[in-house]
């Protein structure tokens, strides 16, 4: 079984996701992620640089480094969060750099092992595969020194929602936290992100049940309670919004 883990601060954090015709604006973690689709194609954008996802090819995320996902016609998707922790001599060689391009041509075998759901996922297992994909991106990569300052005040906002989004989650209770004017930190987002605040949460709210929907069989209201929204309605609402589909037909899987 897939260890999962809403924190990406957690060393041991490993969490494979799936779905079909998805986006999701301007964030960041802690974590490499790794993004794949299986059919149709996907606009990945990491920083400055978009690039065009099709099938055989990946793009490896960096920690703490920018990106958005956008499907505008129809594309299939597979990605993983892992921890840092899980490919340590890899971090530790680059630790302070970032690629300058994010998108590579990974082995299918190690891909399929990797989102297989029938397979062994010891953590020696995942350890070796995610060592193994790492080391085929850093065989053609080239790097750059990271700009660690450049996100730092757009970090502390994302990592907000992160840790808050269960529960009330708001500009005002995060300007208080960091010592920001409420008006500043609303129009600095949307200028980062293109979205507002509070779209933003609802997005990420809305991601983190299609995650739970689709790999627990918890009640609906208690999947919506756990992403702290405040009613069934405002869950379904707000999932139909941004999925483009209710809940219960999200489960199933129908179209």
Request: net charge positive; hydrophobic share 35%; proline share 3%.
């Amino acid at each position: 079984m897939f260890y999962e883990s809403n924190n990406s601060l957690h060393s041991d954090l490993f969490k494979i996701e799936w779905g079909c015709d998805f986006s999701f604006p301007m964030h960041l973690h802690t974590s490499f992620e790794l993004i794949t689709v299986n059919d149709g194609e996907m606009k990945v954008k990491v920083e400055k640089n978009e690039y065009l996802l099709k099938k055989g090819m990946a793009v490896l995320v960096f920690p703490n480094q920018l990106h958005s996902l956008q499907t505008d016609t129809h594309g299939e998707h597979f990605l993983c969060i892992f921890s840092p922790q899980l490919v340590k001599a890899y971090k530790n060689t680059y630790l302070n750099n970032v690629p300058k391009n994010n998108m590579f041509s990974p082995n299918p075998f190690h891909l399929d092992m990797l989102f297989s759901p029938n397979g062994d996922n010891g953590h020696l297992r995942i350890k070796g595969l995610l060592y193994s994909i790492c080391a085929e991106f850093d065989s053609t990569a080239e790097y750059k020194e990271r700009n660690s300052g450049e996100e730092s005040l757009l970090m502390k906002m994302f990592k907000f929602v992160e840790t808050d989004y269960s529960r009330e989650c708001n500009l005002q209770m995060l300007a208080e936290q960091i010592s920001y004017h409420k008006v500043y930190l609303s129009r600095y987002f949307k200028k980062c992100t293109g979205i507002t605040f509070s779209d933003y949460v609802n997005r990420y709210r809305v991601n983190e049940g299609a995650y739970i929907l689709r790999n627990s069989q918890k009640k609906i209201l208690d999947v919506a309670m756990e992403c702290g929204f405040d009613s069934l309605r405002s869950f379904n609402r707000n999932f139909k919004k941004i999925m483009g589909k209710t809940p219960n037909k999200y489960r199933s899987g129908e179209i």
